[in-house]
């Protein structure tokens, strides 16, 4: 009875390795073999509230590519993996996705350190790379495998710039996160103002964990400018706010792209009133003129994201979304090869995307200019286009 | 450059009222255990979460706050029960590091629950900024420059003028001694961290407004803390108190003064020049217990 168990046990366990091992040579005999996109996004760890919307975007769009049966009969997979906010992790899920599971391209990199990584081993390896990470560095100057999906941090400066013109600042104070996100904006602030005939009068670095920048507003107020910028993230960008309002400052603020979000405006309370500052257009679709190109697109967009995901579409996923689609157009017309891939986006204009109209070229992998963004003012709590 | 000080001054003073409330969580533990809990900025982080997620279910912030604060109590005694107390009898250093896996834990937790986004607070009691001599200060600084003075008193009335105080004191005195008395050391252990958690709680609940609550605030949180808890010696809560004034103090006028960013490092030069010249003060204690 042992022995006949112990036999029949050992059947089992061969048959089952055997069908193991056939099991995924099936979906080639139906229908062709599928067409892997690998996804690296920071799902979880500090940069989980950008990463989440990315991967859920990839998630609706796996859906609606398997719907729509495919590309030309072949099956669209699109593989995620969770980076956990970690440069080292993101390389090695990358090396991963390309090694092992033979992805044909690469859309990831939630935050730029992890973008970096990843773009540096795109050009070892010869794979297209979609960064969704906003580093100025990604795509200046351009590298041959790498294209980057938001609104440059210096196409955001440009932008914002726009504000203190229309102002009429001469001069303006600036205080910022000493990290790169911070001095990105710095250089490019500076620069931009002085083609402009405004001036950097004080600029004053801050720490991420700092509770309290009265101390840099103090100096800054001293330097008496028109206008004050804030380049940095919540909570620092909210507590920034509160403590010029409540050093009793009445100059313009100027904030960074970074604080497109509700936690800022929660934060900086009544300080938040009037605070100006440079995003894409998805934040105040319902604002935008009906010639907008976008608008058809973003408001498709934000209805099948929530729809999908239960919660309110943010710019983030829609950079996955642009990076995805841009790659998926590409394997359309110009077929499932890494190459090709490269060759058809480099060439990609007019392409119609969340984060903008993007015109690539050789020399500008990124074809994003300050065009794609609005400037945004807070109103009462809420978004509306500055004019 | 003398018109910069007031301002300087205030900000050094509130910051230096969440430094201290920190620290008092740090010397609480420290002197009934004679180890550190590096969990303590944890439970400020946990405390203040938890009482944006209660206000959200439209109950009154005393009563969120309340209900917030209780539950970080019973964290804290969970946290000696079921990772602390099991070790007990090792070496201080072990206990201290089982604190430090305590914290990664709950910083972990909380980033999964409450994701990397920042909570907000309301103000205790909204209204314009006081101006003092050129400066400004916020209502909520108040608040915290006040729980701070209020705790320190009541602490010190708990230890000098109480029964259960008189215990916990006795057991950072000689363990032994207390066990022939029938007062449990262990006991004492467990309501030292309930209450050094809750403790932890309130000063999170009351910088919040100010700072806003993220789940990475109890790392810098607890390092600030326990540069004043050392500063002040380490068992001396009121000095910890003072410790917490002077770390906020040291940190607002070097980035007034000298230059922005380079607060942490001369608080962090100051605590090793404590370290050097009162070396004592740090282990004196852990060396006493095992002996």
């Not at chain 1, 560095?137 to 196409?155: G, I, Y």
């Not at chain 2, 997620?53 to 000696?80: I, S």
Request: glycine share 10%; hydrophobic share 50%.
């Amino acid at each position: 009875m042992q022995q006949l168990r112990r036999r029949f046990t050992g059947i089992v366990l061969a048959a089952a390795v055997a069908a193991g091992l056939l099991l995924p040579a099936w979906p080639v005999l139906g229908q062709g073999a599928a067409i892997k996109i690998g996804t690296v996004f920071a799902v979880t760890g500090p940069a989980s509230s950008l990463g989440k919307p990315e991967k859920d975007t990839a998630a609706m769009l796996q859906a609606q590519y398997a719907a729509e049966g495919g590309i030309g009969g072949r099956p669209v997979q699109i593989l995620t993996y969770d980076s956990e906010t970690d440069p080292t992790k993101a390389l090695l899920l990358m090396k991963k996705a390309v090694s092992e599971d033979s992805v044909i391209a690469v859309v990831g990199g939630t935050t730029s350190p992890e973008s970096q990584a990843m773009a540096d081993y795109a050009m070892q390896v010869e794979i297209p790379f979609m960064s969704v990470a906003a580093s100025t560095t990604l795509s200046v100057p351009s590298r041959m495998w790498v294209f980057q999906m938001p609104q440059r941090n210096s196409t955001a400066a440009a932008k914002a710039m726009e504000y203190l013109v229309g102002v009429h600042a001469k001069t303006f104070a600036f205080l910022y996160r000493n990290d790169d996100f911070g001095q990105d904006g710095l250089v490019a602030m500076q620069t931009y103002g002085s083609q402009r005939g405004i001036t950097l009068v004080d600029s004053e670095p801050f720490a991420a964990v700092d509770t309290d920048l009265s101390p840099q507003v103090v100096r800054a107020r001293a330097a008496n400018p028109d206008a004050i910028v804030v380049w940095s993230t919540p909570p620092t960008a909210s507590i920034a706010a509160k403590n010029i309002r409540q050093l009793g400052m009445q100059a313009p603020i100027l904030e960074s792209h970074g604080i497109a979000n509700k936690a800022f405006i929660q934060l900086a309370g009544p300080a938040a009133e009037g605070v100006v500052f440079p995003s894409g257009k998805l934040l105040v679709v319902g604002q935008l003129s009906g010639t907008d190109p976008q608008k058809p697109l973003l408001e498709k967009y934000g209805r099948d994201f929530e729809a999908a995901s239960h919660y309110a579409a943010s710019t983030f996923g829609g950079h996955a979304f642009d990076g995805i689609t841009m790659l998926i157009d590409a394997i359309r017309h110009a077929g499932p090869d890494r190459a090709k891939i490269r060759d058809y986006v480099e060439h990609l204009r007019g392409f119609v995307g969340t984060g903008g109209v993007f015109n690539m070229s050789p020399q500008d992998h990124n074809g994003l200019s300050t065009k794609d963004m609005v400037l945004v003012a807070i109103r009462d709590g809420t978004w509306v286009i500055w004019k | 450059m003398l018109a910069l000080l007031p301002q300087l001054l205030l900000t050094g003073l509130t910051v230096g009222s969440i430094y201290a409330l920190v620290a008092l969580g740090f010397v609480l533990i420290y002197n009934v255990t004679g180890f550190l809990n590096f969990a303590q900025g944890e439970f400020s982080m946990l405390g203040a979460l938890l009482c944006a997620t209660v206000l959200t279910w439209h109950l009154p912030l005393p009563l969120a706050a309340l209900l917030a604060v209780a539950a970080v109590c019973l964290l804290g005694a969970a946290t000696e029960r079921l990772a602390v107390e099991p070790a007990y009898g090792s070496h201080p250093l072990t206990l201290i590091i089982i604190t430090f896996g305590v914290s990664m834990a709950f910083r972990g937790l909380a980033l999964m629950v409450w994701g990397a986004d920042p909570y907000p607070l309301p103000e205790f009691s909204p209204g314009p900024v006081l101006v003092l001599l050129g400066g400004v200060l916020t209502r909520q600084a108040l608040w915290a420059i006040g729980f701070s003075i209020v705790v320190v008193g009541a602490l010190f009335f708990f230890f000098a003028h109480t029964v259960p105080g008189a215990a916990v004191r006795a057991c950072a005195d000689n363990p032994f001694a207390c066990r022939l008395v029938g007062i449990s050391p262990r006991r004492m252990a467990l309501f030292a961290f309930t209450l050094s958690a809750g403790l932890g709680a309130a000063a999170g609940i009351v910088i919040t407004p100010i700072t806003g609550a993220t789940y990475d605030m109890g790392l810098t949180l607890g390092l600030k803390g326990f540069v004043a808890a050392v500063i002040g010696g380490l068992t001396n809560a009121p000095a910890a108190v003072v410790g917490g004034y002077l770390v906020g103090l040291i940190e607002a006028l070097t980035t007034g003064y000298l230059a922005p960013g380079y607060g942490s490092a001369i608080t962090f030069l100051v605590l090793l020049a404590v370290l050097f010249l009162e070396r004592e003060g740090l282990l004196h204690g852990a060396r006493r217990r095992q002996a």
